[in-house]
């Protein structure tokens, strides 16, 4: 079992930034993948970044809308992945979910099925 803890949610003028963090306790192995997603009220759940975790290093991945403008880090000591979101847009506006997939990241790392493990989420407003 995998357990991931979100903190860092919050209120934010349009061009500001916020950082995300998820801890993850558990089974997670030597290796994982640590994926973001996001809800808008009405719309579908959108994957918006994800890193593969392992103990020599890491790669990432980033949806369209968030490139450039969003970084996941990893903090190894911790087990802690934290989402950095720069120039934030009132269109980011969303719940963030954080999700955990034990086999490691894998080209269709946006799809939601392959995440077995979800934290509990954090609510991001962005202001215009």
């Known amino acids: 079992q995998v357990r991931l803890v979100e903190s860092g949610g919050g209120s934010v003028q349009a061009g500001g930034s916020l950082r995300l963090s998820c801890a993850a306790s558990?089974?997670?192995?030597?290796?994982?993948?640590m994926g973001w997603f996001r809800q808008a009220p009405g719309k579908e759940r959108e994957a918006v970044a994800a890193?593969?975790?392992?103990?020599?290093?890491?790669?990432?991945y980033y949806g369209d809308s968030v490139k450039g403008r969003f970084t996941v880090s990893h903090d190894n000591a911790k087990n802690v992945v934290s989402l950095r979101m720069n120039s934030l847009k009132p269109e980011d506006t969303a719940m963030y979910y954080c999700?955990?997939?034990?086999?490691?990241?894998?080209?269709?790392?946006?799809?939601?099925?392959?995440?077995?493990?979800w934290g509990q989420g954090t609510q991001v407003t962005v202001s215009s």
């Open positions: 558990g089974d997670t192995g030597t290796s994982y993948c």
């Open positions: 999700a955990a997939d034990t086999r490691g990241c894998s080209t269709a790392w946006y799809r939601e099925r392959g995440y077995r493990f």
């Open positions: 890193a593969h975790i392992w103990t020599g290093g890491g790669y990432t």
